[in-house]
């Protein structure tokens, strides 16, 4: 299952008896959990028919003895486990899943996690994760009996996509060039990109559409020293420019994520040479590039001609992949690793 189905769970009020919500993103599994309670309660009193655990303090024992107790004056009862992970191999937790009470919505929140390949023999092996993916799998009249839902960190796409969707989730919209600063200024995490948008939606009660302008006012970002200006600027082979801007981002910036952030740009710039478009990129090429929008490809296109050298070009990744080892070795000063390869992906 993933989120989209498991959004479909929620608002057509159909319930499974157990859910696992896992992953890297732990504020979608929060949000998708708190939904999924909520609306499984319905008009339920939650004093008595609500249980939060956290797998780290409670027994396994204690947490199934609950999801086998009757709903009072409530059509289900909800068992909110937060923090399952220790939880997913107890033995008494895998028996609860092979035969969960029909009347209980079961949530388990766990982080990220690797499953072996789902078999039937992880039932007896009492591991209740696999147990999960295996019952998707199987016919249990009709419907299976629970649902793993995994929440994977968002690549910068995805990203786009979610603070869009968050904008209009609170009734606004936000431009495309908006949108992809904001990602470029703050990165993927959902935690992170969810405060923004409550902090713009805020400083901006009256305004329908947010724009480029507001995101570096309100975000308290520099408009012109920040991590997408300095990709223009050495894509652009402005090698001053590109000193000044590292200049003031150093300090305030990890160095990771300004190498990262570089040798995204120089992938996709790649890939639109292999691609050799002729005319516009489409949606569709965008997309396939993993973009959004086609201006984001536009945009990027008119810096192809800047690496006219193949041999330079492929010393350029080279460069990058250096200052990356450096970093994570820490071999040498990070920010002169950094400046450096500035230097290097910005010379004649």
């Known amino acids: 299952m993933n989120a989209k189905e498991l959004a479909k769970h929620i608002s057509s009020r159909t319930f499974l008896p157990v859910y696992l919500l896992y992953g890297e993103e732990d504020y979608l599994v929060e949000r998708y959990a708190k939904a999924l309670a909520s609306t499984a309660l319905?008009?339920?009193?939650?004093?008595?028919?609500e249980d939060v655990f956290r797998g780290t303090d409670h027994a396994a024992e204690d947490i199934t003895a609950a999801a086998n107790a009757f709903p009072f004056m409530s059509e289900k009862r909800v068992v909110l486990v937060r923090?399952?992970?220790?939880?997913?191999?107890?033995?008494?937790?895998?028996?609860?899943?092979?035969?969960?009470?029909?009347?209980?919505?079961?949530?388990?929140?766990?982080?990220?996690?690797k499953p072996s390949r789902a078999k039937k023999s992880a039932v007896k092996k009492g591991a209740a994760f696999n147990m999960l993916s295996w019952m998707q799998q199987q016919e249990h009249g009709k419907e299976p009996l629970g649902a793993a839902v995994e929440?994977?960190?968002?690549?910068?796409?995805?990203?786009?996509?979610?603070?869009s969707e968050e904008f209009r989730r609170a009734d606004k919209r936000i431009t495309p060039e908006?949108?992809?600063?904001?990602?470029?200024?703050?990165?993927?995490?959902?935690?992170?990109?969810?405060?923004?948008?409550?902090?713009?939606?805020?400083?901006?009660?009256d305004k329908e559409e947010i724009d480029s302008d507001d995101v570096f006012t309100h975000l308290g970002a520099s408009k012109q020293y920040n991590l997408f200006a300095l990709g223009d600027a050495v894509?652009?082979?402005?090698?001053?420019?590109?000193?000044?801007?590292l200049a003031n981002l150093l300090g305030d910036t990890e160095?990771?994520?300004?190498?990262?952030?570089?040798?995204?740009?120089?992938?996709?710039?790649?890939?639109?040479?292999?691609?050799?478009?002729?005319?516009?990129?489409?949606?569709?090429?965008?997309r396939e590039l993993g973009l959004v929008w086609a201006w984001q490809a536009n945009t990027l296109r008119r810096y192809i001609e800047n690496f006219p050298d193949p041999e330079y070009f492929e010393r350029c990744f080279e460069y990058i992949l250096e200052t990356d080892l450096s970093i994570?070795?820490?071999?040498?000063?990070?920010?002169?690793?950094?400046?450096?390869?500035?230097?290097?992906?910005?010379?004649?």
């Open 151 to 163: 929440f994977k960190a968002l690549k910068d796409a995805g990203a786009l996509s979610w603070i």
């Open 42 to 49: 319905g008009d339920g009193d939650a004093s008595f028919n």
């Open 328 to 348: 994570k070795s820490q071999s040498s000063d990070n920010a002169v690793a950094v400046t450096k390869l500035v230097s290097e992906l910005t010379r004649a």
């Open 235 to 245: 894509l652009a082979r402005d090698g001053a420019k590109a000193h000044e801007i």
């Open 83 to 113: 923090e399952s992970d220790t939880l997913l191999k107890k033995p008494a937790l895998a028996s609860y899943v092979q035969n969960p009470s029909p009347d209980t919505v079961m949530i388990l929140c766990a982080g990220a996690m």
């Open 178 to 205: 908006a949108a992809t600063v904001m990602q470029a200024l703050r990165g993927n995490n959902t935690r992170t990109l969810s405060s923004e948008v409550q902090k713009l939606v805020s400083a901006l009660p």
């Open 255 to 286: 160095p990771a994520a300004i190498v990262a952030m570089l040798s995204r740009q120089l992938s996709l710039i790649w890939r639109l040479r292999v691609m050799s478009v002729r005319g516009g990129v489409s949606d569709e090429q965008a």
